[in-house]
């Protein structure tokens, strides 16, 4: 296996990455506000996609206020999605790089997170979740929780949005109908991630050097 190492050339931090589902390219998002696309096989950058504003509350822009929080490709790799600080979804055309579309998010939502595949967007505010169709701007799902920062991840799949609802539960909900299946109690949870094959869940707990698995259909704790 060859290691990608190339210099990123964000005037900054990289905040975010994302690697098309084909394999030939990855995006990365930056405090600069911009998304740079690289072919993997030549190393080349490709691609630079700048449409992120400063973020003002009042008459204050906030330090990094460009960053690019989070970046998806749509299934066919045609379209790529970047999440601002600016709380905006920009639809970019891949091959043109024109902007497709640009969804204004609500200016005060603390925390969003993109669908795998670009179809929906979970957002977080206020102690509420909810879950936007990008396609058609609706709110589909709102979840309410326990006022203080929790956590989500989709499967690889972009068929199930696991939730934290609290630092001791966790919801598991099935696209397209948004129903819960499945939920998972335990002990003081802070981050979750999914298995590439969407079968489990990797918990880490909030004593600094402890995870858990778990299988979050059956409900059982592999480790």
């Known amino acids: ?6 210099n990123i050339l964000h005037s900054g931090d990289v905040s975010s990455i994302a690697c098309s589902h084909n394999g030939r390219y990855v995006a990365t998002g930056g405090v600069d506000g911009t998304i740079r696309v690289w072919e993997i096989a030549t190393k080349r950058l490709i691609r630079v996609f700048e449409g992120h504003d400063y973020f003002i509350k009042g008459k204050i822009i906030r ?3 460009r960053e690019v929080r989070n970046i998806a490709w749509t299934k066919d790799d045609a379209t790529l999605l970047s999440l601002g600080y600016d709380r905006k979804v920009i639809k970019w055309n891949f091959l043109t790089r024109a902007k497709i579309e640009e969804i204004q998010l ?4 603390a925390y969003a997170e993109i669908h795998p595949y670009g179809n929906y967007i979970v957002t977080y505010k206020d102690a509420k979740y909810e879950i936007l169709d990008l396609s058609s701007n609706e709110k589909i799902k709102r979840i309410s929780v326990t006022k203080y920062f929790n956590d989500c991840s989709w499967s690889y799949d972009g068929k199930h949005p696991a939730i934290m609802a609290n630092s001791r539960t966790i919801y598991i909900f099935e696209i397209p109908s948004f129903e819960q299946v499945a939920e998972i109690k335990g002990r003081s949870f802070y981050s979750i991630t999914w298995s590439l094959d969407g079968k489990y ?10 995870i858990e698995v778990w299988d979050p259909f059956s409900r059982n704790i592999i480790f």
Do not use: F, P
């Not at 296996?1 to 190339?6: A, D, K, Q, S």
């Not at 869940?201 to 402890?210: H, M, P, T």
């Open 63 to 65: 330090l990094g206020s």
């Open 1 to 6: 296996m060859e290691l990608l190492r190339v």
């Open 201 to 210: 869940i990797a918990i880490k707990l909030s004593r600094g050097r402890e």
């Open 106 to 109: 609500d200016t005060e939502i």
